[in-house]
């Protein structure tokens, strides 16, 4: 008999008829001899909905009274799957993250988490409930709400099944689970069986959105086993885990890619010592996550520095670059919004080497002009334009014998089709 | 300086727009030199809404759960409201039922409130916060959240008021305060500069929808003085206490009308000792509220029963009759849902003989057919066919001098008219 948490999104509750499939899931598993707890995010849009009320009201919403606005989501849908599970027959009993025992610290909106509790979950269970757990919220020791912010609920799921001892922690959401490139622009792109912490938290760094990388380092740190999968159908999805069952890793794991990333290039800056120091400590004061940082010599006693930060920071960036450019003499600000980051991760490019070689003469070969470059142990990031990143991908994932036999074919699933897939699966 | 309790209902916070009007109202009565607590109902129509996502998942939801659902409702437009009043540059604090110490029992879905502790709002109150307290809901010594039912948050304001120990409860509303009659249908109706706590709960109970009978007698219980006012203008509205200014009561304080009674007739009852026992215990431990009971002798040996009860309790009523009927040996029942009930109200009716009689020989004059009668020290209600209540509310209302000099005039106020008022008023 396993001990499981099943995490579900907004996407899988954002209506009656989801929050109804969700409760038969769980029955299944429940069924199929699992001790289970349910973790939930609010339905659907309903944080952005809330989000939007409270700017109409205020610019710069107070962070308490935030909190406790946005934990009312997770709430409402807590509340309606445990009710749609008794409508089936069995026991629920829904927990916000006070009653769940998800204690953070006090940094409002994006709180972390510092201990779990889960005496009152192992007793529900003890006694034949289905615990279901208000994802994204915790509070802290003052009794204050807090939300843990993005990728929170996931975070959620691999506390409690930390702090309930599970087995394994399902993390269900609308793909099949882990692939080795995005099927979308690869269409050969494999599911994965199992991933690694470490190449799984590369993936998630470089683009892919499967997962959330902060629950993907919780997982790593306590060593929690997360099951990535479908919330579709009974296929097994992605194990993720510490060590894969492999004898020796594969070079490459998969092709991450992320479209978001924007390149700023200041032009023109006179080379002088602790001119770079002056830029990089402004940006990161104003939170602005800048990630390939390039410097090229333009003319004798100037350079240009270029570095690519995440679209979303690109307006906190022109703020500092336009305090900081007369500062440091240098001519202007150019903003290349075009363009995209290719990734290629895998543990077993430690042990080999050549992969950079021979991933740019396979870009070279295709006249994939490669505008930056970063790596990692375990990751080469390629900065192309944004109009190539698909046959980079596609190129790349065949070059480095990922390709699968069949072709990934993506379809919406009709409510048969789903019912189908799920009682072949199961 | 004042302390005040100012409770807003659903509608005035129904939109951003209307919580920023909240905010301004409570700015305004904090600047007038008062210390404010503000009480709040959820958005618009959320409660119905929520009440329908559970429906659609389980026909009968557990009301632990359902509680925990209903009462995130009142908590996103507390976090709202207190985010529109930081927003003005003053400080808020919203408190949930359980913060705001109101403790009540467990009776899910219909708590009533056990005790009131205070401490939290009145510290926050000295520290210059306005608190924003949640309606609808409270807490179980154990912990569990509940909601106080039909008219909870009007009775949570009355709690907080006597709570805090404060001057006045100000209910906000889309009425001036309470009236003779209903304007709607008395255009000469005049709005009450006081009400006695007696007469206003005959008033609610006999239809008056402007304050919840349940507040009404808490504040009675406890003389909190209720100030019910509108949530448009800043006139004065009508005070609810104990005993009113004047040397000597009104025989008639208003008149009062209800067109959502139904009249049920069991037919043709045989007239045995216990017939009428076993008829409405039967009615009552279906949980049918019986109003006006009359009994008929149709031929020797067998009666008419007769009884009235809201229109919301008539499907309960039908299940139970149509088990009870056959037991007595009674011939059928048939049901007259085209009536109203029309009350006179006052606490000088006591010591005023002849009410009764003159009340008859207006709607005498006027053809208006009596279906049924029932008293009480300060009440006289008369049940007359629903096409004919307008009428009847209009003739007993000038027959007994209540009639203003100016005629009603509703209509909806546009912004303008509504801002114009507000600093006239001011």
Redesign the interface.
Known sequence: MSLIVCKFGGTSVSS?ER??NV?KRLIARRQEGNRVVAVVSAMGKTTDE?VG??R????N??A???D??L??GE??S???L???I??RGYR???FTGRQAGVFTDATHSKAKITQVSSERIMDALDRGFIPVVAGFQGITPDGDITTLGRGGSDTTAVAVAWGIGADACEIYSDVPGVYSADPRIAPRARKLDQISYDDMLEMSAAGSGVLQMRAVEFAKKYRVVIHSRSAFTNEVGTYVKEATDMMEEAVITGIAHDSSEVKVIIRHVPDAVGVAATVFSALAANMVNTDMIIQNISEAGFTDISFTCPGADLGRARETLDRIVPQIKAKGVVVDDDIAKVSLVGTGMKSSPGVAARAFSVLGERNINILAISTSPIRLSIVVDASQVAEAVRSLHTAFGLDADEVFEEKQLSAEEIAAKMSKGR
């Open positions: 009656p929050i109804q409760a809330l009320l409270a109409a009201l205020n610019p919403p107070p308490r009274e935030m406790r606005l934990s009312t709430q409402v807590m509340s309606l445990a009710m749609a008794e409508a629920a009993m829904s």
